[in-house]
């Protein structure tokens, strides 16, 4: 079947730039929407034998060969990034809490940024890359939808969480009640 899909989710624990094109030709049929990957960060790549300069071709590829606007949003790497960016392009990315990477500048930029983390503590230079069709699309973070900040106890967790779509075309994950986890 041909169907468009909406939403696709890349979770692989480090084989992303090994996920990534094998799924290139559903990307070429443009039938993939909205993909959401946990990219990086390269000290985890290692494994799987793949280098910085990959995750940038990757990158440039998801932009010039299949038209995604690609974009970070408010992930892990999110604060080490934003650092490096000029003032306008910090409001910006305030406001919308998601940066395009349009240049690739910007995706070397994010991927060195990502790289410059000591061994051993990979989630927090991980960062979540949205590749989207619908460049006007904005898409909201699990942690703001929730009203949770990067300092929120990470024992408190959503008891529900579901994708949704507002009338104004934000996709964003939505969260019912809080619970606590562990000790």
């Given at each position: ?46 494994v799987a034998k793949n280098t910085p300069a990959q995750g940038v071709q990757i990158l440039a590829d998801a932009k010039e060969r299949f038209g995604f606007s690609v974009r970070l949003i408010d992930s892990e790497v999110w604060d080490k990034y934003v650092n490096k960016l000029d ?97």
């Open positions: 079947e041909n169907r468009d899909i909406a939403f696709l989710k890349i979770d692989v624990e480090g084989f992303e730039l090994h996920a990534i094109p094998s799924a290139n030709k559903l990307f070429a049929s443009r039938r993939a929407r909205n993909v959401l990957i946990e990219y990086g960060p390269p000290n985890r790549w290692k003032e306008g392009a910090k409001n910006a990315a305030g406001q919308n809490r998601m940066i395009p990477l349009e240049t690739a500048k910007m995706r070397e930029d994010l991927i060195q940024t990502m790289d410059g983390c000591p061994e051993g503590k990979g989630l927090p230079c991980e960062g979540y890359i949205w590749y989207t069709m619908e460049p006007g699309e904005q898409f909201s973070t699990f942690m703001s939808d929730c009203g949770l900040n990067k300092q929120y106890d990470k024992r408190l967790l959503p008891k529900k969480r579901k994708l949704r779509r507002t009338p104004d075309g934000i996709v964003s994950m939505g969260c019912e009640g809080t619970e606590m986890k562990g000790g």
